[in-house]
């Protein structure tokens, strides 16, 4: 064997291996370079996306911020209204109530009034009858005290030494012309 073709062959075998070895490296680098723009643009892409995902977060957190506000202001403006209207309608109620005690203040002060004034008027009927019957009753004990006088008169007359008789009168319808007839007690 000739050295000469085995180092030929092995010089070609080596210069072969080092050819694929250059060509797997290029193909290596390539496709580490393909690796490192794919790998660089999936990066880039991620990147794009999560910032586009955070803006739109932003943007919905924005969004929903906003509405909630707008309701919580919506429900305050709601709730003051209603509030307002509650009181105003408790002030009505009132001012209608305070009105009507002073109106049923004055019928009572009125039926007061009118209950004294005919109280009064009764009062005075009463006084003024048992004025009237005091005087009459006055009348018949100054008529009853006229007779007892006359009749203690009469006893008082009775009993002195000369005495007097006393004489009725009295009607007979018998007589003529219906005149009296004196009788001796």
Not at 124 to 147: A, F, R
Request: with cysteine.
């Amino acid at each position: 064997m000739d050295w000469i073709n085995t180092f030929t062959t092995i010089g070609t075998l080596g210069a072969f291996l080092m050819y694929v070895t250059n060509k797997t490296e290029r193909k290596i680098d390539t496709l580490e370079s393909k690796m490192d723009a794919n790998h660089n643009a999936l990066s880039n892409k991620i990147d794009a996306n999560y910032k586009e995902l955070n803006d739109r977060i932003d943007t919905s957190n924005k969004i929903l911020s906003n509405k909630i506000d707008a309701n919580y202001k919506e429900l305050n403006d709601k709730i003051d209204t209603t509030t307002k209207k509650l009181n105003d309608k408790i002030e009505s109620s009132n001012r209608d109530l305070k009105g009507e005690i002073k109106d049923l203040e004055k019928k009572l002060e009125s039926g007061n009034k009118d209950l004294t004034q005919s109280i009064e008027k009764v009062k005075s009927d009463m006084d003024s009858k048992i004025e009237l019957k005091t005087d009459n009753i006055q009348k018949n004990l100054n008529s009853i005290d006229l007779k007892v006088s006359n009749i203690e008169g009469q006893i008082t007359q009775m009993t002195r030494p000369n005495i007097i008789p006393i004489t009725r009168y009295q009607d007979n319808p018998n007589d003529d012309g219906g005149a009296q007839k004196a009788q001796e007690c």
